[in-house]
């Protein structure tokens, strides 16, 4: 499938756009591949642009002061990424994003999708459905840290995405879950 074929079919699930929106829509993405590894975001990047995940995996994340990573986000495809915070306030990214696969996406900038809200009603109904969609994620997986041990947890993210375990490295799911790389092991083990 094509990455406007992709696109249309993503955002047609919430919002009804005619074909000649959705061709102005699509004008405003630009086309981008980057290669396993890539950084897209590095901290203290300024950032323009979130990236619709055409093809591959990308992971968001956290690096503390004693570099200990935090895993926030696995992004497949069909999913949004960036550093939001950033993105809407202007201040420099405190949050990375690279690449666990090799990778294609679609990017927006900040000031397209806001011109895009004001219009076309239709995209911004997409866009504050999706960030409803992304708010309810982040809450439950909040709530599933602060409620459920890391077995729990590891199986809640093996059924919700079983195919992750086929790409991403062992050691960032155990740092997405929370735990040592040990840890998961005897989890998947057991």
Same mark, same amino acid.
């Given at each position: 499938?094509?990455?406007?074929?992709?696109?249309?079919?993503?955002?047609?699930?919430?919002?009804?756009?005619?074909?000649?929106?959705?061709?102005?829509?699509?004008?405003?993405?630009?086309?981008?591949?980057?290669?396993?590894?890539?950084?897209? !975001?590095?901290?203290?990047?300024?950032? $323009?642009? /979130?990236?619709?995940? =055409?093809? *591959?995996?990308?992971?968001?994340?956290?690096? %503390?002061?004693?570099?200990?990573?935090?895993?926030?986000?696995?992004?497949?495809?069909?999913?949004?990424?960036?550093?939001?915070?950033?993105?809407?306030?202007?201040?420099?990214?405190? !949050?990375?994003?690279?690449?666990?696969? $090799?990778? /294609?996406?679609?990017? =927006?900038? *900040?000031?397209?999708?806001?011109?895009?809200? %004001?219009?076309?009603?239709?995209?911004?109904?997409?866009?504050?459905?999706?960030?409803?969609?992304?708010?309810?994620?982040?809450?439950?997986?909040?709530?599933?840290?602060?409620?459920?041990?890391?077995?729990?947890?590891?199986?809640?993210?093996?059924?919700?995405?079983?195919?992750?375990?086929?790409?991403?490295?062992?050691?960032?799911?155990?740092?997405?879950?929370?735990?040592?790389?040990?840890?998961?092991?005897?989890?998947?083990?057991?």
């Amino acid at each position: 499938m094509q990455p406007k074929e992709i696109l249309k079919e993503h955002v047609s699930k919430t919002a009804s756009l005619t074909d000649e929106q959705f061709d102005y829509f699509f004008s405003h993405f630009t086309y981008k591949t980057f290669k396993k590894g890539q950084t897209i !975001i590095g901290e203290g990047d300024k950032v $323009d642009c /979130e990236y619709f995940v =055409l093809s *591959g995996y990308l992971k968001s994340f956290f690096i %503390n002061d004693d570099m200990k990573m935090f895993i926030l986000q696995f992004a497949m495809p069909t999913w949004w990424a960036s550093d939001y915070n950033a993105l809407y306030s202007g201040e420099r990214a405190t !949050i990375s994003l690279d690449c666990i696969t $090799d990778a /294609e996406v679609l990017c =927006l900038t *900040g000031q397209d999708r806001e011109k895009l809200c %004001n219009e076309i009603h239709a995209s911004e109904h997409f866009f504050r459905w999706r960030t409803n969609k992304g708010y309810v994620a982040a809450q439950k997986r909040l709530l599933s840290f602060m409620n459920n041990n890391a077995r729990h947890r590891y199986e809640e993210l093996l059924a919700q995405y079983p195919t992750l375990y086929n790409v991403v490295p062992k050691q960032l799911i155990a740092s997405y879950l929370g735990v040592s790389r040990e840890t998961l092991s005897r989890l998947y083990h057991s």
